[in-house]
């Protein structure tokens, strides 16, 4: 979902092309399936963030077949390392199939099962945590991240207005509730300052205090 004007993702797309192959089979694979991806803006963003913040140890919770981990990869540079989380053991193969191609495999480590599971055997400190799980689980990834980052890390959430059903008064769906609780831990508690872009279904990047 994205709720940028088509005029302006448009506008966006233009600026930055997605000039890496690997990444455009990606974005083509994802609009065959409908498969859910971060996209290329929230991709570069990714990017930018990982560069700027010097970022060298990344953990993605939910991967898909390697979209965000590629972008993740190209920030942290030949001695960073991602660790990528998939449920899928199909997906997973698919994502070090394309990380191979693309010449990053060497800096990701791919971990296939429950990416919360997973997440509470890893070791921090981690510089960056992208949250991208289902969203009922949301709220259960807040005190995750306060555990596993180093102060001054971010952790990224994705799809944080959720189509816009954020706003609704009563919201019925597990999958609104759980964004909703994870907006409020992050807005209402000391161990993160947040703020929330409003790019494609939403971003929410939070700085561990």
Same mark, same amino acid.
Not at 12 to 40: K, Q, S
Not at 67 to 86: D, I, M, R
Not at 144 to 168: F, I, K, P, Q, T
């Given at each position: 979902?994205?709720?940028?004007?088509?005029?302006?993702?448009?506008?966006?797309?233009?600026?930055?092309?997605?000039?890496?192959?690997?990444?455009?089979? =990606?974005?083509?694979?994802?609009?065959?399936?409908?498969?859910?991806?971060?996209?290329?803006?929230?991709?570069?963003?990714?990017?930018?963030?990982?560069?700027?913040?010097?970022?060298?140890?990344?953990?993605?919770?939910?991967?898909?077949?390697?979209?965000?981990?590629?972008?993740?990869?190209?920030?942290?540079?030949?001695?960073?390392?991602?660790?990528?989380?998939?449920?899928?053991?199909?997906?997973?193969?698919?994502?070090?199939?394309?990380?191979?191609?693309?010449?990053?495999?060497?800096?990701?480590?791919?971990?296939?099962?429950?990416?919360?599971?997973?997440?509470?055997?890893?070791?921090?400190?981690?510089?960056?945590?992208?949250?991208?799980?289902?969203?009922?689980?949301?709220?259960?990834?807040?005190?995750?991240?306060?555990?596993?980052?180093?102060?001054?890390?971010?952790?990224?959430?994705?799809?944080?207005?959720?189509?816009?059903?954020? =706003?609704?008064?009563?919201?019925?769906?597990?999958?609104?509730?759980?964004?909703?609780?994870?907006?409020?831990?992050?807005?209402?508690?000391?161990?993160?300052?947040?703020?929330?872009?409003?790019?494609?279904?939403?971003?929410?990047?939070?700085?561990?205090?």
């Amino acid at each position: 979902m994205n709720l940028v004007h088509p005029s302006v993702n448009r506008y966006l797309g233009g600026l930055a092309p997605t000039d890496d192959p690997v990444l455009r089979e =990606m974005e083509a694979l994802a609009a065959e399936r409908d498969f859910p991806i971060i996209g290329p803006q929230v991709g570069r963003l990714l990017q930018v963030l990982t560069v700027a913040t010097g970022a060298r140890r990344v953990l993605e919770l939910g991967s898909g077949f390697g979209y965000s981990a590629t972008w993740f990869a190209k920030g942290v540079g030949p001695k960073g390392l991602v660790v990528l989380t998939e449920g899928s053991p199909e997906r997973a193969r698919e994502a070090e199939s394309f990380l191979k191609r693309a010449g990053l495999l060497n800096r990701v480590r791919i971990e296939v099962g429950d990416a919360l599971k997973i997440a509470a055997r890893e070791r921090g400190p981690f510089d960056l945590i992208l949250n991208d799980i289902d969203k009922a689980d949301y709220p259960k990834v807040a005190p995750l991240a306060a555990r596993l980052l180093r102060r001054g890390g971010l952790l990224v959430s994705d799809n944080m207005l959720w189509h816009g059903e954020v =706003m609704e008064k009563r919201p019925r769906a597990a999958a609104v509730r759980g964004i909703l609780g994870l907006t409020g831990e992050l807005y209402g508690s000391g161990e993160f300052f947040t703020a929330l872009v409003p790019l494609r279904d939403g971003v929410t990047i939070s700085v561990r205090s």
